[in-house]
């Protein structure tokens, strides 16, 4: 069983720099918060899920402190989405895209990580052999961030705001399109991932995708 730490999986995901920014009471406050959320969050506490457990715990942590310490909701979730975004790193994504053999790597690595990387709560639809063979596409039918949201009946706050980073991470890739038409957090059926990749020099425009 993975060791759920509050401090260590603070350091570890997203609010590193938010956390930062806390007083010392705050902190603690957000620290004893955390604690609550992994007892309540037990069935979801495994080694996969960790990562996002990372995530997901200290959001509803650090939004609760905010909020009792006189910000709104909408100034809470500002403060969240600005230091959650800003963590990203899409740059490693978008150097490997610019190498040809992106989309038949796509293929076999990242069906891998989110298997590897996801423990109960999540599913997937794989579409590896797609023909043509310069897309792939990939089908999220169950979902960790919105059981939890759900639960705590803030999906509307925070999940648009952790499909987002899809965005970021995806929506700017070499020579590749990202599309995406719905979420489940964003009360859609599924959440659907589709790469379409272009030949360099070749013209394209970039599909708006939630």
Known sequence: MKKYKPLKMINKGRYRQ?????NKTQQQQVLGRMEQLISENRQWCDRGNYGH???ILP??????????SGHSPDQSLSILSHHMWAALKPEGMQRLAQRSF?????????????????GRGWNYVWHKDTDPSNQFHFECTECLYKHI????????????????SDIINYGALPHTDFIRTQTLC?????CDFC???HQPGEEWNRTPSI
Do not use: E, W
């Open 149 to 164: 949201f759900d639960h705590y009946g803030v999906t509307h706050r925070f999940g648009p705001m952790f499909c987002h």
């Open 18 to 22: 938010c956390y930062a920014t806390l």
């Open 102 to 118: 992106f989309m038949p790597l796509m293929k076999v690595v990242v069906p891998l990580g989110f298997n590897l990387k996801s």
């Open 195 to 197: 790469f379409v990749r």
């Open 186 to 190: 964003q009360g859609g059926q599924l």
């Open 59 to 68: 959001t509803l942590a650090i939004d609760a402190v905010l909020q009792a």
């Open 53 to 55: 457990l990372c995530n």
